[in-house]
Protein backbone atom coordinates (compact mmCIF):
# COMPACT_ATOMS: atom_id res chain seq x y z
CA UNK A 1 0.00 0.00 0.00
CA UNK A 2 1.39 3.47 -0.56
CA UNK A 3 0.28 5.88 1.29
CA UNK A 4 -1.13 8.47 -1.06
CA UNK A 5 -1.20 11.86 1.09
CA UNK A 6 3.17 11.53 0.82
CA UNK A 7 2.40 11.61 -2.55
CA UNK A 8 3.68 14.82 -4.77
CA UNK A 9 1.44 13.78 -7.73
CA UNK A 10 -1.29 13.66 -5.40
CA UNK A 11 -0.55 16.51 -3.76
CA UNK A 12 -0.60 18.71 -6.88
CA UNK A 13 -3.52 16.70 -8.75
CA UNK A 14 -5.46 18.49 -5.20
CA UNK A 15 -4.06 22.09 -6.24
CA UNK A 16 -4.73 21.17 -9.93
CA UNK A 17 -8.84 20.56 -9.51
CA UNK A 18 -9.18 23.89 -7.54
CA UNK A 19 -7.49 25.52 -10.22
CA UNK A 20 -9.90 24.07 -12.31
CA UNK A 21 -12.58 25.44 -9.66
CA UNK A 22 -11.43 28.48 -10.10
CA UNK A 23 -11.42 28.48 -13.45
CA UNK A 24 -14.91 27.06 -13.90
CA UNK A 25 -16.43 29.01 -11.89
CA UNK A 26 -16.21 32.41 -14.26
CA UNK A 27 -17.95 29.99 -16.99
CA UNK A 28 -21.18 31.02 -17.99
CA UNK A 29 -24.56 30.20 -16.19
CA UNK A 30 -26.31 27.93 -18.64
CA UNK A 31 -22.79 26.17 -18.54
CA UNK A 32 -23.25 24.78 -14.61
CA UNK A 33 -24.75 21.45 -15.94
CA UNK A 34 -22.20 21.19 -19.06
CA UNK A 35 -18.81 21.91 -19.45
CA UNK A 36 -18.11 23.14 -16.10
CA UNK A 37 -19.68 19.98 -14.61
CA UNK A 38 -17.57 17.74 -16.81
CA UNK A 39 -14.32 20.03 -16.45
CA UNK A 40 -14.99 19.69 -12.32
CA UNK A 41 -16.18 15.83 -11.89
CA UNK A 42 -13.22 14.83 -14.31
CA UNK A 43 -10.70 17.01 -12.13
CA UNK A 44 -11.89 15.51 -8.76
CA UNK A 45 -11.39 12.47 -10.73
CA UNK A 46 -7.50 12.53 -10.77
CA UNK A 47 -6.14 12.80 -7.01
CA UNK A 48 -9.32 10.71 -5.78
CA UNK A 49 -8.62 7.50 -8.32
CA UNK A 50 -5.07 7.94 -7.02
CA UNK A 51 -6.16 7.85 -3.25
CA UNK A 52 -8.15 4.83 -4.11
CA UNK A 53 -5.74 2.93 -5.71
CA UNK A 54 -2.97 3.21 -2.94
CA UNK A 55 -5.58 1.35 -0.83
CA UNK A 56 -4.23 -1.53 -3.04
CA UNK A 57 -2.65 -4.25 -1.91
CA UNK A 58 -0.93 -5.18 -4.90
CA UNK A 59 0.91 -2.20 -7.70
CA UNK A 60 -0.10 -4.27 -10.46
CA UNK A 61 -4.16 -2.61 -9.35
CA UNK A 62 -2.34 0.75 -8.08
CA UNK A 63 -0.97 1.18 -11.95
CA UNK A 64 -4.66 0.13 -13.13
CA UNK A 65 -5.71 2.93 -10.95
CA UNK A 66 -2.77 5.49 -12.30
CA UNK A 67 -4.21 4.66 -15.88
CA UNK A 68 -7.55 5.74 -15.32
CA UNK A 69 -6.17 8.91 -13.26
CA UNK A 70 -3.88 9.81 -16.69
CA UNK A 71 -7.51 8.96 -18.86
CA UNK A 72 -9.03 11.84 -16.65
CA UNK A 73 -6.22 14.06 -16.63
CA UNK A 74 -6.64 13.85 -20.91
CA UNK A 75 -10.08 14.45 -20.44
CA UNK A 76 -9.47 17.99 -18.38
CA UNK A 77 -6.87 18.66 -21.64
CA UNK A 78 -9.49 18.16 -23.77
CA UNK A 79 -12.11 19.98 -22.10
CA UNK A 80 -9.98 23.07 -21.36
CA UNK A 81 -9.48 23.24 -24.85
CA UNK A 82 -12.98 23.14 -25.83
CA UNK A 83 -13.44 25.83 -23.19
CA UNK A 84 -11.22 27.90 -25.10
CA UNK A 85 -12.44 27.09 -28.42
CA UNK A 86 -15.65 28.23 -27.08
CA UNK A 87 -14.13 31.84 -25.48
CA UNK A 88 -14.73 30.67 -22.25
CA UNK A 89 -11.28 30.92 -21.19
CA UNK A 90 -8.74 33.10 -23.14
CA UNK A 91 -5.71 31.69 -24.33
CA UNK A 92 -3.54 33.46 -21.69
CA UNK A 93 -5.04 31.43 -19.03
CA UNK A 94 -5.13 28.28 -21.10
CA UNK A 95 -1.16 28.71 -21.44
CA UNK A 96 -1.22 29.39 -17.34
CA UNK A 97 -2.42 26.50 -16.16
CA UNK A 98 -1.19 24.58 -18.69
CA UNK A 99 2.35 25.88 -17.89
CA UNK A 100 1.52 26.21 -14.20
CA UNK A 101 0.72 22.15 -14.22
CA UNK A 102 2.77 21.19 -16.81
CA UNK A 103 0.68 19.45 -19.10
CA UNK A 104 2.04 20.54 -22.20
CA UNK A 105 5.11 22.62 -24.08
CA UNK A 106 4.24 25.46 -26.36
CA UNK A 107 5.44 23.21 -29.29
CA UNK A 108 2.63 21.07 -29.02
CA UNK A 109 0.01 24.01 -29.58
Known sequence: MHRFKDLEFW???RLFCS???AIT???PEFEKFGLTNQLRRASVSIPSNIAEGSSRQSNKD???FLQIT???AYEVE???LIASDLN???HEELDSIFKKFRIYNKNDL
Open 88 to 90: FIT
Open 11 to 13: KIS
Open 70 to 72: LGS
Open 78 to 80: TQL
Open 25 to 27: SKF
Open 62 to 64: FSR
Open 19 to 21: EIY
